[in-house]
Nanobody
Framework: QVQLVESGGGLVQPGDTLRLSCTAS????????MGWYRQAPGKQRELVAR???????DHGEAVRGRFNISRDNAKNTVYLVMNSLKFEDTAVYYC??????????WGQGIQVTVSS
């Protein structure tokens, strides 16, 4: 059974830093492209960042230069460090593990709220 468990969300102020973690089980983690997506109320889910099995990364335009994705294959964990948080970063953040279309899994989502 595949599980993706997200942690690290919460309520922060603008300009703060937050680190999300997603730990996977039930998959060969190192083979998977891991990603973070987010969905704000009334908006479509969007890519935040993803990291490929070779370690290369791709960050969405809205977060480029502020957020950084990384992975630790020994811990089956992907991280998202979010710097300089803005009000518009408020959303539910989802972890995704992708190998092929038939092998794509989602976490339950974790709330990040940026508010003063």
């Amino acid at each position: 059974q595949v599980q993706l468990v997200e942690s690290g969300g919460g309520l922060v102020q603008p300009g703060d830093t937050l680190r999300l973690s997603c730990t996977a089980s039930g998959i060969i983690f190192s083979r998977y492209r891991m990603g973070w997506y987010r969905q704000a109320p009334g908006k479509q889910r969007e890519l935040v960042a993803r990291i490929f099995s070779d370690g290369s990364t791709d960050h969405g335009e809205a977060v480029r230069g502020r957020f950084n994705i990384s992975r630790d294959n020994a811990k089956n964990t992907v991280y998202l460090v979010m710097n300089s948080l803005k009000f518009e970063d408020t959303a539910v953040y989802y972890c995704n593990a992708y190998w092929t279309p038939a092998y794509s899994y989602w976490g339950q989502g974790i709330q990040v709220t940026v508010s003063s």
